[in-house]
């Protein structure tokens, strides 16, 4: 029995940086991108991409080689061309797991003209988030649920606060400290006044909406972190910010090198309410 092709509702080109990449929204609400587009973006050749790119998957997120084969038929776009679906959910890991293994020197030197790329990349989606970027290039955005902020409390925050456990790794104190002279001496050692400044202006306030902020204000004990009211979802967007944080403090001279940095990567970026809404729908 052949397999039925895929038709895709909503198309549009999402802009990382200056990056461009054809981006879709199936009948089904699946997001995406055009394959071979994608592969490009990540600094592949457009031509003989396959091997390479498969690989590249199988060493940064090997869990999306069964999404590669499922989406093998091709889809339908709008205007009736053909093309190879990739789903969203992805380019994030190949990203990052690039950077990391730039920054520990490990990565392979055929691999090195990635970087640049997956940098503007991480820079685009820790802004926005991937899913958003689609929908906005798409137009998705407008499907938008009825009361979006108490959805949204009701899927990132807990109903009660979580018992403390350690969120963020001393990696990324160290990197923050270095920015200021001062060395990290552990996790006993309270974090001075500016830390904190920083870390929910650069870490929090990128990835949750001021409205649910002020949730968690309200909500919060003395003695009680922001993260301690965060679900799993929650939680998960915000252990990607602390990594891209963590990324910017590592390779910036200086503390107004690493604002500078913040500011072009994450100005403005508080995601809004319809828009997170849709991408934490599409994550369950």
């Known amino acids: 029995?052949?397999?039925?092709?895929?038709?895709?509702?909503?198309?549009?080109?999402?802009?990382?940086?200056?990056?461009?990449?054809?981006?879709?929204?199936?009948?089904?609400?699946?997001?995406?991108?055009?394959?071979?587009?994608?592969?490009?973006?990540?600094?592949?050749?457009?031509?003989?991409?396959?091997?390479?790119?498969?690989?590249?998957?199988?060493?940064?997120?090997?869990?999306?080689?069964?999404?590669?084969?499922?989406?093998?038929?091709?889809?339908?776009?709008?205007?009736?061309?053909?093309?190879?679906?990739?789903?969203?959910?992805?380019?994030?890991?190949?990203?990052?797991?690039?950077?990391?293994?730039?920054?520990?020197?490990?990565?392979?030197?055929?691999?090195?003209?990635?970087?640049?790329?997956?940098?503007?990349?991480m820079r685009a989606l820790a802004?926005?988030?991937?899913?958003?970027?689609?929908?906005?290039?798409?137009?998705?955005?407008?499907?938008?649920?009825?009361?979006?902020?108490?959805?949204?409390?009701?899927?990132?925050?807990?109903?009660?606060?979580?018992?403390?456990?350690?969120?963020?790794?001393p990696d990324y104190y160290r990197a923050i400290y270095r920015l200021f002279g001062w060395k990290y001496q552990g996790h006993e050692q309270n974090p001075p006044h500016v830390v904190g400044q920083i870390t929910l202006r650069w870490v929090y306030g990128p990835v949750l909406p001021e409205e649910l902020l002020g949730e968690i204000r309200n909500r919060k004990g003395i003695s009680q972190k922001h993260h301690q009211w965060l679900s799993d979802q929650g939680l998960a967007h915000l252990e990607s910010q602390i990594h891209a944080v963590t990324a910017i403090a590592r390779s910036s001279m200086s503390y107004p090198d690493f604002k500078r940095r913040c500011e072009a990567a994450f100005a403005g970026a508080a995601l809004q309410l319809g828009l997170l809404l849709d991408e934490l729908e599409e994550e369950v």
């Open 1 to 121: 029995m052949n397999t039925p092709i895929l038709t895709a509702s909503h198309y549009g080109v999402v802009h990382f940086g200056d990056l461009d990449c054809e981006a879709v929204v199936l009948t089904t609400g699946e997001r995406g991108y055009v394959r071979k587009e994608l592969a490009k973006l990540l600094g592949f050749h457009e031509n003989n991409t396959g091997h390479r790119f498969r690989q590249i998957l199988a060493d940064y997120a090997p869990n999306s080689l069964s999404e590669l084969d499922k989406f093998d038929s091709p889809i339908f776009l709008p205007n009736g061309r053909r093309a190879q679906f990739f789903p969203a959910g992805v380019i994030t890991m190949i990203a990052s797991g690039v950077i990391d293994a730039a920054l520990s020197r490990t990565l392979h030197r055929a691999r090195q003209k990635l970087v640049p790329n997956c940098m503007k990349i």
């Open 127 to 169: 802004t926005t988030g991937e899913v958003a970027l689609i929908d906005e290039a798409t137009g998705y955005q407008h499907h938008r649920a009825p009361d979006a902020l108490q959805e949204l409390i009701s899927k990132l925050l807990r109903q009660s606060c979580a018992s403390w456990e350690r969120r963020f790794h």
